[in-house]
C-alpha cells in the first residue's frame, strides 16, 4: 500500500518557500507577491489596493471575502496566500470583464437592491455568480456560507432570482417611489470604500489591545519589556499613559449628561472579560499581536458578580466603588447605575377592581449587534497640524465632541468623518476605537488605525441588554385593564453607556400603547462584570415590549378572551394622550394613527391559510400568535440635524447632511425628499454627509432620526433653497411668481424656461448666495405602530420550532420609499426571530462569552428564514416629513412575544425566558402528557 | 485569518522529506480550519499540496479509497455520480453526510476529508460516514512502518485522535461490504443548515440482517452498537445506556449534553424500524 517508504532524505532547503516572490494575476492583471508565511489571500489582495474584498469573520463563517481562484469561489480568508502562486484571481472588482459594464448578477443586485449596508454584497455576489454556485439548488444551501445582518435575504434571493423592485425616477415626484440607493452601483462592484478600505499612510501603525482574561481584577504590574523587543513595535501603552482624571462614557447623546462618565480610555481596573489593559501599536498587525502576547500583567483577582438581582444586594462585589456625583452613578455603592419609578394613576386601586390579575416573570438575554463591518477607525495629522479621524460609527460629531473632550482639542482642529459604513443598529453609536487611534497619532505624531476582529465584536463591545421584567396586569371581566404595573432589572454590564436612557425608554411605549388608567414601574439599571450592554434597535422597548405582550396573550387566555380582541378593546385611540407611568404627557403625539389597521392587515393574513403546510405528523403542535408595539419617533433627548442645499454651477444640486448612511437608507429617502421638493430627477442632487469639515451639525444616525430629523432638514432647507429660485427666476423673466415651477434644470416662468445654470451665474454676479441651511429637530414626536403575527409548528419531542407563516404590519405613515421601507422591516424581523430562536450568546462561569465567533453564534442565514409578508397602513402623519414616520428601529420590536405567543398558542405552555432554542424547550415539552389546547381561534 | 505566529511554510514533494518533527508543526491540508483561528501554539505549516495522492478509487469488489487530501468538493461531487455500482446501496450516505456539515461548498473546495478526519469535532460528518461504513485509516507515522486502524477507534474525543505527533492520515478505505448496506439516515441541527447536535446512521446487511448503529455528533467521539436482530425498545435503550455514559455525551453551544442524549434515544429507535 506505501512501498518503501524512506525516511532518510532530510528536508531539501529548495522546499523552503518563506517570503519567496510568486506571480499570480488578480483581476487579468499580473503581479508579483511575496506572501508572508501564515498569511491568507484576503489580506495579501487588500494590500494590494483590491478593497472589494471584505472582512467580516476572517474564519470562513460570513462569506464576505468570497473570491475565485480559477473561478473556484473560495473563502479568501481561510485560502493560503502561497497557494495563489500562477492561478488567476477575481474579486468583485473583475467580475464584469470590460470596463464600465455590470455582471449580469450584479445587475440583479442593483434591480431588486439586494443589500443595506452593503458590506456584504460583493460576497453574495461572488458567491452566486460563481460556476457552480447559484444554478446548484437549494439556494439556502448555496448560501449557506454568506451571512447578512441587514436584510433578512428577502431582497438577496430576489436579486439572484432575478426579480426587479427598483422603479423609474419621477422628476419631481419620487417621494413614494421605490429608488434604488445612491450608493448601489459602487457597492455591487465592490467600489464603494468602507472605513477600512483606504490605502495606508506612510508610518501607519496598527494597534491591538491586550484584554483582560478576568472578570474583576486589580492590575497590580504591567511588563512590557519583552513586548518592546518585538521587531516592528513602536509603543505600547498602559492606563499610566492616559488621564486617570476624564472618565467618559463611550456611549453617544447630544447631552452627554444621561450617560454616565464611568470608563477610562486605559484603567487599573478591570470590570469585564475582554476590558483593554494595555495597548500596542506596531508597524504591522502581526507585530501588533505578537507583542500583546509577550505583555505580562500581574492582576489580583477580585470577586465578580454576573446576576443583577445578585449585584444589588448588600454584601455583593461593587464595581464603581468610590465613584462621586460627577460621575452621573445613581448608586455606585449598590451598583446601581440608573433607577426609575413612576406612578400613574393609582395600581393598587386599579388592581382592587380587577376581576382577573396575571402576574408573571419574563426573561430576555443578551444579543450581539453582529454588524458585518466590525469596528474600526483610523487617524492622522495632516502638514496644517489637523488631525483626522475616519470611523465606522453612526455618529461622527457627537465622535468628535468626546475626542475634543478625552484630548483636550480646540475643536476646529478636528476633522471627523464617516463614508459608507457596514451597518449600525445602534452598535456604533459609541467610541469603542477612535480614542485609542487619536491617543497613538497625539503621543508619536503617526496615523493610527484599529481594526477589531470579529472576536472583539462579541467580547469588547456592547450588546442589547438583558432583562428581567416582572409584569402584573388587572383587568375587568370584559377585558378593560384596571392596571398595569412591572419591576424592571436590566444588566448593563461592567460600564454604564446607555443604561440609563434605555432603562428609561423601556418605560415607557410597552405600557403607553395601552388605555389604563393605572400604571407603576420601578426600573434598575445594574451593573454587573458582563460585557456592557449599549444601545441597540429598539432600546430596551423591545424587551418590554416581549414581557408586556406576552402576558397580553396570558390575561387573555384567562379571561377567555381572542388575543386581539382584549388588545383591540385596550390599545390607544387616535387623539389619544399617551401616558406611561409618568402622570404628565411628554412630547410625544399620534400624529396619524394606523395601529388598527395593522392589527387587522395581520389577522386576515393569519387567517387565509398562506405559508407552510401543517405537518401533518402528530409529534408536532401548531399555533398561531400576534403581538403589537408602539416607537416613538425619535429620542426623548436632544437631536437635532442641519441641511445645506447648494445649487450647483450646471445646473444641479448638493445636499450636505451630517447623518451617516450604513444602511438604513436615510441618504437615498433625503435625496428623494430634496428632488421631490427641487422638481428635479434625484440623479440631480448630490449628497454629501457625515463629516464633521464637510456638513452641518447632525446628532447623529439613531433613535429613528434618519428620516425624521435629517429628513426634516432636508425638506426645510429644500423648501427655502426652491423659495429663492422662483423668487428670482420670476424677477428676472419678469413673470409672476405663480407662474413659475422648478422643472429639472430649469426654472419653467410660464413656459419661458430658464435654465438654473444661467439663473446661478446671474444670482452670483448680484452677490447672491444659492443655498439653504435649516435645522430640524426630534420634537414634538409622533409614534409609528408594528403589529406581528405568526404560524408555527413545534415538535413535541425534538423541541424545534418552524415557522410556517411570518406576517408584519407597519404604520409607517406615508411610505417614502417603499422597497426600502418594506427592507428595514424585513431586517428588524430578521434581528428579532434570531434573537428569539437562535442566538445564544453563553457566559461561562467566569464570565467569559463561550461563543464569541460566528462558527458557534450563529446569526439567521437564509436558510433560517422564512419570508415575510409585509403590509403597510395608509396612513400620513401630521408631524414627520412629507408624512412620513421612521421605520428602521421599531419592526423589531413585536417579533419575539408574536413568537412567544405563537409558541404557548401551539404548545400551551407559556415559556417565559429567552431564547427559545430546542434544548430549552424540550424538556417541558416531554413532561407534558395531554395534547394542548387547540382549539383558542385567534380571530 | 493572517496566522500571527506561523513564521515558516514548507512545501515537501513527498512525506518522506519530513523527517523530524517537533511541537509548533502542522500538516497543512486545505487549511479551512487552520486558517480559522489563531494558532497561538504552532510557527510552521507543512503543505500537503504537492503529494498529488489520487483523490478517490472505485473497486466494486473491493470498496472505496479515499485520499485524506480528497477535498469535500470532489468526494461530494463523487457522491452525485451515477456510475457507481448498482449494490453499493449505501452510497447516497456520501452526499447526506458531506451536506450535514456546517461549512458552505466554497470551503468544500478546499477543505479536505482528512482534515475533517483528523480534526476530531464531534460534528465531523465524514467521520460519522467512515465510521458507519466501517472504514480503515490508514496512517503514516513519521518514524515507523504505516499502520492502520478502524475509523470507529481513530476518534478518541474532542479534537483527540490516534495520531501520534506527525503522524499523516493517508487515507480511508470503505470496504465494499459496508457500502452494500441498506443505509437509515437522522440528524438534528439547532440551524437550518448548521452545526449537527445528534448525526445517527444505521446500516443493515443483506447477507446477515446484522444492523449497525453509528452515533456521532451527539457525544464526544463515536459509538458503534452491532444488533444480530433488530432490538426490541427496551434492549435498545439498555444497549444505548450501557454504551453511552452521560458524561459520553456533548455540551457546547450548539446543543446540551441532555437534549443531544434525549435526541439519540428518540433517533435510535426510528433507524432500527426502518431497518427492521
Ligand atoms: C465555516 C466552517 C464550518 C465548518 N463546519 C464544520 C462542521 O460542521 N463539522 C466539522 O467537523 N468541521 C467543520 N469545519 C472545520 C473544518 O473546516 C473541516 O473539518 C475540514 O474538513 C478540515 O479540512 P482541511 O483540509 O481544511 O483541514 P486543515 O485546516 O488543513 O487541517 C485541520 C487539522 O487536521 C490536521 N490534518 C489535516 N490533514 C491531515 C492529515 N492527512 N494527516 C494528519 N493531520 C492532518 C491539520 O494539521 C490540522 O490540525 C468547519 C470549518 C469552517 C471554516
Ligand atoms: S471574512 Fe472570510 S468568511 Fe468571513
Ligand atoms: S447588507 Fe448584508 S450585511 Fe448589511
Redesign the interface.
Known amino acids: 500500500m506505501v512501498p518503501g517508504l524512506s525516511y532518510s532524505r532530510p528536508l531539501s532547503s529548495a522546499a523552503l518557500s518563506r517570503n519567496r516572490p510568486m506571480q499570480l494575476t488578480i483581476n487579468g492583471n499580473p503581479a508579483e507577491v511575496a506572501p508572508r508565511p501564515g498569511q491568507c489571500l484576503r489580506t495579501l489582495l487588500r494590500e494590494h489596493g483590491w478593497y472589494g474584498v471584505k472582512k467580516g469573520c476572517d474564519a470562513g463563517d460570513c462569506g464576505a471575502c468570497t473570491v475565485w481562484v480559477d473561478d473556484n469561489p473560495v473563502h479568501s480568508c481561510l485560502y493560503p496566500a502561497f497557494r495563489a502562486k500562477d492561478r488567476h484571481i477575481t474579486t468583485i472588482e473583475g467580475l464584469s470583464p470590460e470596463n464600465g459594464t455590470l455582471h449580469p448578477m450584479q445587475a440583479q443586485f442593483l434591480a431588486a437592491q439586494g443589500f443595506q449596508c452593503g458590506f456584504c454584497t460583493a460576497g453574495t455576489i461572488m458567491t452566486a455568480a460563481a460556476k457552480g454556485g447559484a444554478m446548484r439548488t437549494p439556494m439556502e444551501r448555496v448560501l449557506k456560507g454568506n451571512l447578512c445582518r441587514c436584510t433578512g435575504y428577502r431582497a438577496i434571493r430576489d436579486a439572484i432570482e432575478g426579480r426587479r423592485h427598483v422603479q423609474e425616477d419621477l422628476p419631481g415626484a419620487s417621494v413614494g417611489r421605490s429608488l434604488g440607493s445612491p450608493l448601489g452601483p459602487a457597492l455591487v462592484t465592490g467600489q464603494a470604500r468602507f472605513t477600512a478600505d483606504e490605502p495606508p499612510l506612510p508610518g501607519l501603525l496598527h494597534l491591538k489591545v491586550v484584554r483582560s482574561p478576568h472578570a474583576h481584577a486589580q492590575v497590580l504590574a504591567i511588563r512590557k519589556e519583552a513586548a518592546l523587543e518585538v521587531p516592528g513595535v513602536h509603543s505600547i501603552f498602559t492606563w499610566e499613559d492616559v488621564p486617570q482624571h476624564r472618565p467618559f462614557t463611550s456611549a453617544t447623546h447630544d447631552d452627554y449628561h444621561v450617560d454616565p462618565d464611568d470608563t477610562l480610555m486605559l484603567d487599573r481596573v478591570m470590570r469585564f472579560v475582554g476590558q483593554r489593559v494595555v495597548l500596542v501599536a506596531a508597524d504591522s498587525e502581526q507585530a501588533a499581536a505578537l507583542a500583546c502576547d509577550k505583555i505580562e500583567v500581574d492582576y489580583e483577582i477580585l470577586p465578580a458578580v454576573f446576576d443583577p438581582e445578585e449585584a444589588m444586594r448588600p454584601d455583593a462585589p461593587i464595581l464603581h466603588h468610590g465613584k462621586d456625583a460627577a460621575s452621573r452613578i445613581s448608586h455606585p455603592e449598590r451598583n446601581v447605575l440608573r433607577e426609575i419609578h413612576g406612578e400613574n394613576g393609582n395600581v393598587a386601586a386599579g388592581f382592587e377592581e380587577a376581576d382577573v390579575i396575571v402576574e408573571n416573570t419574563y426573561a430576555t438575554h443578551r444579543q450581539p449587534h453582529v454588524t458585518l463591518e466590525t469596528h474600526n477607525s483610523h487617524s492622522h495629522l495632516s502638514p496644517d497640524g489637523r488631525l483626522h479621524v475616519r470611523t465606522s460609527s453612526q455618529t461622527p460629531f457627537l465622535t468628535k465632541v468626546k475626542l475634543v473632550y478625552l484630548f483636550n482639542l480646540y475643536p476646529e482642529n478636528l476633522h471627523v468623518y464617516t463614508e459608507r459604513v457596514g451597518g449600525g443598529f445602534g452598535g456604533k453609536q459609541e467610541v469603542l476605537t477612535e480614542d485609542l487611534c487619536v491617543l497613538v497619532t497625539l503621543k508619536t505624531g503617526r496615523p493610527a488605525r484599529w481594526e477589531f476582529t470579529r472576536e472583539e465584536e462579541f467580547t469588547a463591545t456592547t450588546t442589547r441588554h438583558p432583562f428581567r421584567v416582572k409584569v402584573k396586569l388587572g383587568a375587568r371581566r370584559d377585558g378593560t385593564l384596571t392596571a398595569m404595573s412591572m419591576r424592571v432589572v436590566t444588566n448593563t454590564g461592567a460600564y454604564g453607556n446607555h443604561g440609563g436612557e434605555v432603562l428609561g425608554h423601556s418605560l415607557n411605549e410597552a405600557f403607553a400603547v395601552y388605555r389604563c388608567p393605572n400604571k407603576q414601574a420601578d426600573g434598575y439599571a445594574v451593573y454587573t462584570n458582563c460585557v456592557p450592554a449599549g444601545a441597540f434597535r429598539g432600546y430596551g422597548l423591545t424587551q418590554t415590549a416581549y414581557a408586556v405582550e406576552c402576558a397580553m396573550d396570558e390575561l387573555a387566555s384567562t379571561l377567555g378572551m381572542v388575543p386581539a380582541a382584549l388588545r383591540r378593546k385596550n390599545m390607544i385611540q387616535p387623539g389619544d394622550t399617551l401616558l406611561s407611568i409618568w402622570p404628565h404627557p411628554g412630547d410625544l403625539e399620534i400624529g396619524s394613527y394606523g395601529l388598527a389597521e395593522c392589527l387587522d392587515l395581520v389577522e386576515a393574513a393569519l387567517a387565509s391559510g398562506r405559508g407552510e403546510p401543517v405537518p401533518q405528523s402528530p409529534e408536532w403542535c401548531t399555533g398561531q400568535g400576534l403581538a403589537l408595539a408602539m416607537l416613538d419617533c425619535g429620542p426623548p433627548t436632544e437631536h437635532r440635524s442641519e441641511a445645506r442645499i447648494d445649487l450647483l454651477a450646471n445646473g444641479s444640486y448638493q445636499v450636505a447632511i451630517g447623518s451617516a448612511e450604513f444602511g438604513s437608507g436615510s441618504l437615498t429617502v433625503q435625496r428623494q425628499i430634496a428632488a421631490t421638493v427641487l422638481g428635479c430627477p434625484v440623479e440631480s442632487v448630490k449628497m454629501v454627509t457625515a463629516d464633521t469639515d464637510k456638513t452641518p451639525y447632525d446628532t447623529g444616525t439613531f433613535a429613528s432620526t434618519g428620516t425624521l430629523v435629517g429628513g426634516g432638514a432636508v425638506l426645510a432647507a429644500a423648501k427655502v433653497l426652491k423659495e429663492q429660485l422662483l423668487r428670482l427666476a420670476s424677477r428676472y423673466t419678469g413673470q409672476p411668481i405663480d407662474s413659475c415651477q422648478l422643472s429639472g434644470a430649469a426654472v419653467d416662468c410660464a413656459n419661458h424656461p430658464l435654465p438654473l445654470s444661467e439663473l446661478l451665474a446671474r444670482a452670483e454676479k448680484e452677490g447672491h448666495r444659492l443655498s439653504a441651511v435649516r435645522r430640524a429637530y426630534a420634537a414634538p414626536r409622533s409614534v409609528a405602530f408594528n403589529v406581528h403575527g405568526f404560524r408555527v409548528a413545534v415538535h413535541r419531542i425534538t423541541g424545534q420550532v418552524r415557522i410556517l407563516q411570518s406576517v408584519h404590519a407597519a404604520d409607517a405613515g406615508q411610505v417614502l420609499n417603499p422597497m426600502q421601507c418594506r427592507g428595514q422591516v424585513e431586517g428588524g424581523v430578521a434581528q428579532g426571530i434570531g434573537w428569539v430562536l437562535r442566538e445564544d450568546m453563553q457566559l461561562t462561569p467566569e464570565g467569559r462569552i463561550a461563543n464569541p465567533t460566528l462558527r458557534h453564534f450563529r446569526i439567521p442565514a437564509m436558510a433560517d428564514l422564512p419570508e415575510t409578508e409585509v403590509y403597510f397602513a395608509h396612513t400620513h402623519d401630521r408631524i414627520g416629513p412629507m408624512g412620513a414616520k421612521p421605520m428602521s428601529e421599531s419592526p423589531v420590536n413585536p417579533v419575539a412575544p408574536a413568537l412567544a405567543n405563537a409558541i404557548a398558542n401551539a404548545t400551551g405552555i407559556r415559556f417565559t425566558d429567552l431564547p427559545l432554542t430546542a434544548p430549552r424547550l424540550y424538556p417541558t415539552l416531554a413532561h407534558r402528557p395531554t395534547l394542548p389546547a387547540q382549539d383558542i381561534a385567534l380571530s | ?13 513527498t ?5 523530524t518533527w517537533e511541537p509548533g508543526l502542522a500538516w ?1 491540508a ?3 480550519w487552520l ?3 489563531p494558532q ?1 501554539v504552532l510557527h ?2 507543512l ?1 500537503m ?1 504537492n503529494f498529488n495522492w489520487p483523490s478517490l478509487q472505485a473497486v466494486e469488489e473491493t470498496g472505496l479509497e479515499i485520499a485524506a487530501t480528497c477535498t469535500i468538493a470532489q468526494l461530494h461531487a463523487f457522491g452525485g455520480s451515477t456510475g457507481v455500482p448498482a449494490s453499493w446501496q449505501a452510497f447516497p450516505l456520501i452526499q447526506t453526510c458531506c ?1 450535514s456539515l ?6 468544500w ?2 477543505a479536505t476529508v482528512g482534515g475533517n478526519l483528523c480534526l476530531g469535532l464531534p460534528a465531523g460528518a465524514l467521520i460519522s460516514l467512515a465510521v458507519a461504513l466501517e472504514g480503515t485509516c ?1 496512517l ?1 507515522p ?2 515507523d ?2 499502520r492502520s486502524v478502524s475509523a470507529l477507534e481513530f476518534v478518541t474525543g474532542v479534537q483527540q485522535t490516534v495520531l501520534r505527533p506527525g503522524e499523516l492520515l ?1 487515507s480511508i478505505h470503505l470496504p465494499a461490504s459496508a457500502l452494500r448496506k441498506q443505509p437509515a439516515f437522522r440528524r ?1 441541527s ?6 449537527s ?1 445528534a448525526l445517527l446512521i444505521g446500516t443493515r446487511c443483506p447477507v446477515t440482517a446484522e444492523i449497525l448503529l453509528t452515533i456521532t455528533a451527539a457525544t464526544v467521539r463515536p459509538v458503534q452498537l452491532r444488533f444480530a436482530t433488530p432490538p426490541g425498545a427496551r434492549d435498545l435503550a439498555a444497549s444505548l445506556e450501557a454504551a453511552i455514559l452521560p458524561t459520553a455525551y456533548f455540551s ?5 449534553a ?2 443531544r442524549r ?2 439519540v434515544h ?1 433517533f435510535a429507535p426510528q433507524i432500527i424500524e426502518e431497518l427492521a
Do not use: C
Open positions: 485569518m493572517d496566522l500571527h505566529h506561523i513564521t515558516a511554510q514548507q512545501s515537501p514533494q512525506p518522506d522529506e519530513v523527517q497543512l486545505g487549511g479551512t486558517f480559522s483561528e497561538p510552521t505549516l503543505d499540496g451536506e456546517q461549512s458552505s461548498f466554497k470551503i473546495n478546499e490508514v503514516w513519521r518514524q512502518l504505516p493517508r438534528f439547532q440551524t437550518q443548515e448548521g452545526r447536535s457546547d453551544p450548539h446543543g446540551t441532555d437534549h434525549h435526541l428518540y
